[in-house]
């Protein structure tokens, strides 16, 4: 069961800026973290890759704090910070203890709302992200999931690396990531979360009169389209690929279908969570013909992916994909019984309670669904995994894992 804890706190500034909050009694630390609604999937096609250099630019300094004037001084006051760029948007956020929040508030606000984006360190974090780019092509795993999803998602931007294109990155310039700064980050685009060792609203009114609130209110944007998976089967040969692996991705409801995203987690869960799941106990402890396996939902704006990988020798393929045929075929003639339900509730349950025990996780699920205009309780998630049931389950969730409506890759040592 969940832990004791309040429902967030929730509100919108005149811009259109949006704050949420939730006190975690015990938790040593506050996180502040800062959402917005800036990710590649927001990127036109000439700033590909665009979203996660500003990532790396913010850090960079702002109009008030030199380079690495930010890290140095959030150190000191014993936190830590770090940043992640997706698909839909992008964060920022901090640990701090207690005592040194309003500080590291400000400092927060200041970096992410003000970059500098000098001309000098422009060119020199280029050179940061296309290393990062090439570390990236060098990985033959990372350019097979790459090459799945631009398959899987043709025409959309979830098909298109967020890392971006070598020679975008190459063309961009301090002026077009202002301008894309410019339009993304604003009011009615970005949210504030404030959780753990909270005091009695004094920093959630620091926030609220700060920079925050200066943010101009920015027009609305086209809605991204949602996302259509196209099914279809390549096969692609890669050098210093050590093992096969069977890739394939299926569609899945979108972030703010809750009912669905539950079934679809227990479905996977079912599928190739632990051991005893159907997909792990038959093909690698079973039959032994892969290495690993694993299917893992991807809970996206548009659209999610719910995405196997399975690792093997070259000449298993043919019996990976049969066993795992077989497989989806015998979960669809048979009820699940009720012991195998209880072990897949519980793992989708314990998941969820889980990360509300810890300031950072309880940030990362309170703030997306405030940015995204998901204001349901935090009981929620838990009420959609007792409305499913096993029938249910079967003829909706994992129908929808049907190996026949899978974009699939097999990707060979070459």
Not at 91 to 102: K, Q
Not at 126 to 148: G, I, K, N
Not at 196 to 204: P, Y
Not at 313 to 318: R, V
Request: charged residues 20%; proline residues 8%.
């Amino acid at each position: 069961m969940l832990p004791d804890l309040e429902q967030p706190r929730r509100r919108v500034l005149p811009n259109g800026a949006e704050l949420v909050s939730l006190p975690l009694a015990g938790a040593p630390l506050v996180c502040l973290d800062f959402w917005c609604r800036a990710g590649s999937l927001f990127e036109t096609a000439n700033e590909s890759g665009i979203a996660h250099f500003l990532e790396h630019m913010v850090f960079k300094g702002s109009h008030s704090l030199a380079a690495g004037e930010f890290d140095r001084r959030v150190e000191a006051l014993g936190g830590s910070s770090n940043a992640a760029t997706g698909f839909d948007d992008v964060h920022y956020h901090v640990l701090i203890p207690p005592e040194a929040a309003p500080e590291a508030l400000d400092l927060l606000l200041d970096l992410v709302l003000q970059p500098r984006l000098d001309g000098e360190a422009f060119a020199m974090e280029r050179q940061v992200v296309l290393e990062e780019l090439t570390q990236s092509e060098d990985q033959p795993e990372e350019v097979a999931l790459q090459h799945l999803l631009a398959i899987a998602c043709p025409g959309h931007p979830y098909g298109l690396p967020i890392l971006g294109r070598r020679e975008a990155l190459l063309a961009h310039d301090p002026a077009a990531m202002a301008a894309f700064h410019r339009r993304l980050y604003g009011g009615g685009r970005c949210v504030l979360a404030l959780t753990g060792a909270l005091d009695d609203g004094r920093l959630e009114e620091r926030a609220a009169a700060g920079a925050l609130a200066a943010l101009p209110l920015l027009p609305d944007l086209p809605q991204p389209p949602p996302l259509a998976l196209k099914p279809g089967e390549q096969r692609l040969e890669l050098p210093r690929l050590e093992a096969a692996r069977l890739l394939m991705a299926w569609g899945q409801p979108p972030a703010r279908d809750l009912r669905g995203v539950i079934g679809a987690d227990l479905a996977t869960s079912l599928l190739a969570e632990g051991r005893r799941s159907r997909l792990v106990e038959r093909l690698r402890e079973q039959l032994q013909i892969v290495e690993s396996i694993d299917l893992d939902l991807h809970v996206m704006e548009c659209g999610s992916l719910a995405l196997l990988e399975a690792v093997c020798e070259p000449t298993e393929l043919p019996a990976v994909r049969a066993a795992i045929q077989a497989v989806w075929q015998e979960v669809m003639a048979e009820p699940v019984g009720p012991i195998e339900w209880s072990r897949v509730k519980r793992l989708v349950t314990n998941s969820y309670c889980f990360a509300m025990e810890a300031a950072g996780p309880v940030a990362g699920l309170i703030a997306p669904s405030q940015l995204w205009s998901r204001h349901h309780s935090l009981e929620a998630p838990l009420e959609a995994i007792e409305a499913w049931d096993p029938e249910q389950l079967r003829s909706e969730a994992l129908a929808s894992l049907d190996p026949a409506r899978a974009c699939l890759l097999e990707a060979v040592p070459a």
